[in-house]
């Protein structure tokens, strides 16, 4: 092999660039859910088929896109959402990379419908192999409809790392989950191959969200938690809801940890929430916990992965224990501990 050093074409470095934001459908539907946040949507449907393999479709009832926009999104770095360097010291949207649409467009065929409100028509938009194959307008409801067929049809490699069509929905539904226990205020839907999995209302009642994913059970034993922090500045905030220890799963995944809002993995206050328990649980038990914490600004930052998931606090350990502390005081308030959980 020649040792030359060449400059990798368009097509070839779209596709790396892909798999950096596209790992499997679950990440499909969460770029695909927080536009649709960032849209200011009330109301989002999301239907997988084959476990997203076959077909996602995303659709919204937010304020929808014109057909130039529509043209500009699915271009490379294109966004609404930052206009400079600046910006990015103060991010308030979920998105920001301007890499979601096109990405996906270069991984699988994009559809996109979407019309702003109040307009007559709106525009259709397909990306096949990374290119617009066709745009023009359409008769359709106001928000946007994106379709996602056949992920990574074109990049047989990655295709066959997907996992069992069950794993995959597993993934997606998680996903899913996250953002409909951190937007109660937003009506989030699931179906699968053709039937609902859960539907929240959007009618801003997390006990009622948590119900909708959860069942009704693991609503009743849930306690709300509410810490505004301690002295001046505090490092954290902490609102949401914890279970009964008795209402407990041998996995972690139904410790949903939210940042101002947003879903994010922190493994770190997935800890700070078990600690809470001390002995109430078995040791490897999990409760059922939606924990929303308010930071100050610049106490975390959420720009450190491409698939912005995981989060950096700034004061780790600091968080960890205002978790552990307002999560302590929600359980004994309700009589569901009896004494602190011995500290060292
Ligand atoms: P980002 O979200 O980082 O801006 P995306 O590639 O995900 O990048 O989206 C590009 C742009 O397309 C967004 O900035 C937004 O203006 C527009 N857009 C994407 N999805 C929607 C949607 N569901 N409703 C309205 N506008 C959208
Ligand atoms: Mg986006």
Do not use: W
């Amino acid at each position: 092999m020649s040792r030359e050093i060449r400059e990798l074409d368009a097509e070839t470095r779209d596709r790396i660039a892909a798999g950096e934001v596209v790992e499997r459908p679950a990440s499909v539907v969460k770029e695909l859910v927080e536009n649709a946040l960032d849209a200011d949507a009330g109301r989002i449907e999301v239907a997988v088929e084959a476990g997203g393999t076959d077909r996602i479709v995303v659709s919204d009832d937010g304020v929808g896109m014109t057909e130039s926009d529509a043209r500009l999104a699915v271009e490379e770095h294109t966004t609404s959402k930052l206009r400079d360097v600046s910006d990015l010291d103060s991010i308030g949207t979920l998105g920001f990379r301007g890499e979601a649409l096109h990405a996906i467009g270069s991984v699988a065929r994009l559809r996109i419908e979407t019309k702003p409100q109040g307009e007559a028509y709106g525009t259709e938009l397909v990306v096949e192999g990374g290119e617009v194959a066709s745009c023009g307008p359409t008769g359709c409801p106001e928000g946007t409809t994106v379709e996602v067929v056949e992920l990574f049809g074109n990049v047989p490699a990655r295709r066959k790392y997907l996992k069992t069509e069950a794993t995959e929905f597993d993934h997606v539904a998680r996903i899913l989950t996250g953002y409909a226990l951190a937007r109660p205020d937003v009506a989030v839907s699931l179906s699968r191959d053709g039937r609902e999995t859960f539907a929240t209302t959007g009618d801003g009642d997390r006990t009622g969200a948590v119900m909708a994913v959860y069942g009704r059970d693991v609503a009743e034993s849930m306690v709300p938690v509410e810490y505004e922090g301690e002295g001046e500045q505090p490092v954290a905030g902490v609102e949401g809801l914890v279970s009964h220890p008795e209402t407990n799963r041998a996995g972690s995944e139904y410790v949903t940890t939210l940042v101002d809002g947003r879903y994010v993995t922190a493994s770190a206050v997935r800890e700070a929430v078990v600690d809470a328990y001390g002995d109430g649980l078995a040791p490897d038990r999990y409760p059922f916990a939606v924990v929303d914490l308010r930071l100050p600004p610049g106490g975390v930052d959420v720009n450190v992965h491409p698939r912005k998931l995981e989060v950096l606090f700034a004061e780790e350990a600091a968080v960890k224990s205002a978790v552990t502390e307002a999560v302590e005081t929600a359980l004994l308030g309700s009589g569901l501990l009896r004494s602190r959980a011995p500290r060292g």
